[in-house]
């Protein structure tokens, strides 16, 4: 309560607004060491460069996440390498990592998938054991505490993002905190040498953009509207999420770059309303979750659910059916993860995934759509949500290989 305090009374009249964002993410985190950049995959980036695993060392990660993770490996002069899911979590499987055949990775990423905490119990001992440096993918959870440790802090580093549709928004952007001291000059050396510094321009830009996401995307703006954001994205107007080149592999200009002011700004007015977030996703989630059996799907297993996840994963036979049934008539369901290097149009093998490496991912990629927690959804809206999902979805018939 008290840093939430600090923050507003910060967040307005600040002369040095990045300064206080990181601070403030340090207090939040209890430690660490935050910088903020560009995306949450130049979070990545950055701390993978610091760490200086070695040309063409291996990175391990779970086979169902954004292409812009493996992306950030590569860049990064490193190799990733593919662990299959669980089908019931949606994380990273601990008894494939223990029986990883492939000794030398030099690091692991663990993903929060949807939010749902990854089973450090199990696998940091594992990456321990192995000489694994541990990375945490916060992209999907902000404070979720892990048998009392926040997701965060257990690793070397983790990285956020701050995209319009993560647990809180800076307008694209993304945070690192890193856990370790060394590791954090290391980073701090680098961001000064390395790292583009986004211009007037550039900060203006991002700036006429929020105002525009702000008014033209939520739940009540009808598709032709949200049709327009995305040509203007395509017209180069907006700064998309991924290019076309990246989703081949290709490093885009300026990738290496520090988060803009106005960025910086709106970082500073979600933080200071995070427990109002967080709160909000959880009563959703609880909803989600005690309404779906009625409409015949199968809830998640219950250990996660009074946790503020950003997207609550359903399992549906007809997918495709109902992401455009859902575009027609404008109801908000995710598509998350079509493909296990999300999106579907990824050229997996520009980053070393062949068809067959993760077969629950891939059959999660076909059946799971995924309900929204953020605060444009009231219960009202979400209870329209799940009407919609009663009448086009079919239930999956479910797992590869249950348990
Ligand atoms: C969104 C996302 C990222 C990347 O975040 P950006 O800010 O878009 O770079 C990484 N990992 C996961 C799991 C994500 O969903």
């Given amino acids: 309560m008290f840093v939430m305090t600090l923050i507003r009374s910060r967040s307005d009249t600040t002369l040095n607004p990045t300064r206080d964002f990181s601070q403030a993410l340090e207090e939040f985190f209890g430690q660490g060491a935050c910088f903020l950049l560009a995306k949450g995959r130049v979070a990545l980036y950055a701390g993978l460069q610091a760490m200086n695993l070695g040309r063409g060392a291996k990175v391990v990660l779970p086979g169902y996440t954004c292409m812009v993770v493996p992306a950030a490996v590569q860049y990064a002069g490193l190799r990733p390498v593919y662990i299959d899911i669980d089908p019931w979590t949606y994380n990273l499987d601990p008894d494939l990592l223990e029986g990883f055949p492939d000794?030398?990775?030099?690091?692991?990423?663990?993903?929060?998938?949807?939010?749902?905490?990854a089973e450090m119990a199990a696998i940091r001992p594992l990456a321990r054991s192995r000489g694994m440096a541990l990375i945490e993918d916060c992209c999907h959870l902000f404070g979720t505490r892990?048998?009392?440790?926040?997701?965060?802090t257990f690793g070397a580093f983790a990285f956020m993002s701050?995209?319009?549709?993560?647990?809180?928004?800076?307008?694209?952007?993304?945070?690192?905190?890193?856990?370790?001291?060394?590791?954090?000059?290391?980073?701090?050396?680098?961001?000064?040498q390395e790292a583009f510094r986004p211009g007037a321009f550039k900060n203006l830009l991002l700036r006429?953009?929020?105002?525009?996401?702000?008014?033209?995307?939520?739940?009540?703006?009808?598709?032709?509207?949200?049709?327009l954001y995305r040509a203007l994205g395509r017209l180069g107007l907006?700064?998309?999420?991924?290019?076309?080149?990246?989703?081949?592999?290709?490093?885009?200009?300026?990738?290496?770059s520090t988060m803009a002011v106005s960025q910086v700004r709106r970082g500073l007015r979600e933080l200071a309303r995070i427990e109002e977030n967080l709160s909000h996703r959880a009563r959703l989630i609880a909803f989600y979750h005690h309404e779906l059996p009625r409409i015949g799907f199968a809830p998640l297993p219950a250990a996660n659910l009074d946790l503020p996840l950003l997207r609550y994963p359903v399992r549906v036979a007809n997918k495709q059916e109902v992401?455009?049934?859902?575009?027609?008539?404008?109801?908000?369901?995710?598509?998350?993860?079509?493909?296990p290097l999300h999106p579907g149009s990824t050229v997996m093998?520009?980053?070393?995934?062949?068809a067959g490496m993760c077969?629950?991912?891939?059959?999660?990629?076909?059946?799971?759509?995924?309900?929204?927690?953020?605060?444009?959804?009231?219960?009202?809206?979400?209870?329209?949500?799940?009407?919609?999902?009663?009448?086009?979805?079919?239930?999956?018939?479910?797992?590869?290989?249950?348990?």
């Fill in 103 to 117: 000794s030398g990775a030099a690091a692991v990423i663990v993903q929060h998938t949807y939010g749902i905490p």
């Fill in 146 to 152: 892990i048998e009392g440790q926040r997701a965060g």
């Fill in 162 to 192: 701050g995209q319009w549709n993560k647990p809180f928004s800076t307008g694209l952007g993304g945070m690192l905190l890193v856990n370790d001291p060394s590791l954090a000059e290391r980073v701090n050396a680098l961001v000064a």
């Fill in 208 to 227: 006429v953009q929020m105002i525009a996401f702000d008014w033209l995307v939520n739940p009540s703006s009808s598709g032709i509207v949200r049709e």
């Fill in 238 to 256: 907006v700064v998309g999420s991924s290019s076309v080149g990246e989703l081949r592999g290709e490093k885009p200009g300026g990738y290496f």
């Fill in 323 to 339: 992401l455009q049934r859902g575009r027609t008539s404008n109801v908000e369901i995710g598509s998350w993860f079509e493909s």
């Fill in 349 to 354: 093998e520009d980053f070393g995934y062949r």
């Fill in 359 to 403: 077969p629950q991912a891939e059959l999660a990629s076909a059946q799971v759509i995924n309900l929204p927690t953020h605060l444009k959804v009231d219960e009202s809206l979400a209870e329209k949500i799940l009407d919609f999902v009663g009448r086009c979805a079919r239930p999956a018939e479910c797992l590869v290989a249950s348990r």
